[in-house]
Antibody
Framework: QVQLQQWGAGLLKPSETLSLTCAVYGGSFSEYYWNWIRQSPGKGLEWIAELDHRGGTKNNPSLKGRVTVSIDTSKKQFSLKLTSLTAADTAVYYC??????????????WGQGSLVTVSS | EIILTQSVGTLSLSPGERATVSCRASQSVPYTHLAWYQQKPGQAPRLLIYGASSKTTGIPDRFSGSGSGTDFTLTINRLEPEDFAVYYCLQYGSPPYTFGQGTKLEIK
């Protein structure tokens, strides 16, 4: 049974840096894609960044270079840093692991979500 | 950036009916990398469909996806009470990956 557990500070001030970590428990994967996705209160979903099994990364340019994602494969942890926070960054942040299994089947696993509030 | 438009914001149907949720892309979605997610209040989204028409594990047969290019559809046959939720399409063929704004399926 694969589970994702995420953690990080929930209340931050404007201009501070958001730091979230997501760990995977159970399972082993050869082809995988880690994603961070956020959802502003009462709003839709926004993709933030992806890091894949080859070490490639993709970021959403709307976040203007404020995003850094990294992975510690030995700990099976995936991290997000988002700098220069504003109130517009207030959202529930989700980590997501997309795994391609035998035969091309794609399976998603999600963290429980972290509410991050940016307020002075 | 590919913009996804789900033209219907709210769909009001009764259990047992068929739901059709549409998603239109501003340009062709590469590799038909279009997914559908279901989200219930307080929960993370749940993957239903990937590659426009392939179901992930554990998804009931009443869910199906179709489409290619710029027009995609999620169909739910014989709605069950647990199907009433918000549905999002996602294109993951061309970064930045983008979501539709969501279609809320509510009980009529």
């Amino acid at each position: 049974q694969v589970q994702l557990q995420q953690w990080g500070a929930g209340l931050l001030k404007p201009s501070e840096t958001l730091s979230l970590t997501c760990a995977v428990y159970g399972g082993s994967f050869s082809e995988y894609y880690w994603n961070w996705i956020r959802q502003s209160p009462g709003k839709g979903l926004e993709w933030i960044a992806e890091l894949d099994h080859r070490g490639g990364t993709k970021n959403n340019p709307s976040l203007k270079g404020r995003v850094t994602v990294s992975i510690d494969t030995s700990k099976k942890q995936f991290s997000l840093k988002l700098t220069s926070l504003t109130a517009a960054d207030t959202a529930v942040y989700y980590c997501q692991l997309s795994v391609t299994r035998f035969g091309g089947l794609i399976v998603n696993y999600w963290g429980q979500g972290s509410l991050v509030t940016v307020s002075s | 950036e590919i913009i996804l438009t789900q033209s219907v914001g709210t769909l009001s149907l009764s259990p047992g009916e068929r739901a059709t949720v549409s998603c239109r892309a501003s340009q062709s979605v590469p590799y038909t990398h279009l997914a559908w997610y279901q989200q219930k209040p307080g929960q993370a989204p749940r993957l239903l469909i990937y590659g426009a028409s392939s179901k992930t594990t554990g998804i009931p047969d009443r869910f199906s996806g179709s489409g290619s290019g710029t027009d995609f559809t999620l169909t739910i046959n014989r709605l069950e009470p647990e199907d009433f939720a918000v549905y999002y399409c996602l294109q993951y063929g061309s970064p930045p990956y983008t979501f539709g704004q969501g279609t809320k399926l509510e009980i009529k």
